[in-house]
């Protein structure tokens, strides 16, 4: 028994992109690439899909997965994933047999292969983190716009790329958790341990408006990534 639920979020809204996690990727949907990486690591019955689209619903049953139709209220710009995943943990009969819930972002199609059992081994030799992100490393020197139509960076001075201190952000190609108490809200929004990774030789794309798209087109194009 596989001992990950594989979790697909892919509700339809989206301001920047209009139904970005249906348009078409080298001849298939997006959330396409997600599914099959996903099938590569668990098996149909262990893979779960939330959205609130009829068209990704159709995807789902194509690609013979699990789906689960999110409701409204959590379906908009502001709703956070937790509470999809709850959702649909409360349709999954024994969901408890399940030690962990990979979540797998579709606009995240470039992902390391064996990420998921990568990230699981991390959480079974660090007894501390409950959680488990993959990260991606950023050079920006960012700052904030004052009224006065000021900028100030947020380090003391304008730096160059190479003397700025190690940021990194979510790549969204893997949020890992472990299932224990993942239902009780109040319990969950404590975990904040979170383990991390973010050794890979890969260029990582996480699709977030026109840009994004045109870059995940480049890389594929010009064969400097192949999706799984």
Known sequence: MNETLIFIPARSGSKRVKNKNTRKING???????????????????????????????????EKVNFFKRPK??????????FAIVHALKKIKNFKRYKYIALLQPTSPIRPKNIISSGINILKKNKKFENLVHL??????????????????????VARGQDIANQFRPSGCLFLYKIKDIEDYRKFIKRRNYGYFSKNKIETVNIDNEVDFLKLNFLIKNKKIKLN
């Open 136 to 157: 991606e490393r950023l050079y920006l020197n960012i700052g904030t716009i004052y009224k006065k139509k000021e900028w100030k960076p947020m380090n003391k001075k």
């Open 28 to 62: 298939k949907p997006l959330i396409y690439w997600t599914i099959k990486y996903a099938k590569k690591y668990a098996k149909k019955e262990d893979i779960y899909v939330s959205s609130d689209s009829k068209i990704i619903h159709k995807i789902s049953i194509n």
């Open 73 to 82: 209220n959590i379906s908009g710009d502001y709703s956070k994933v937790y």
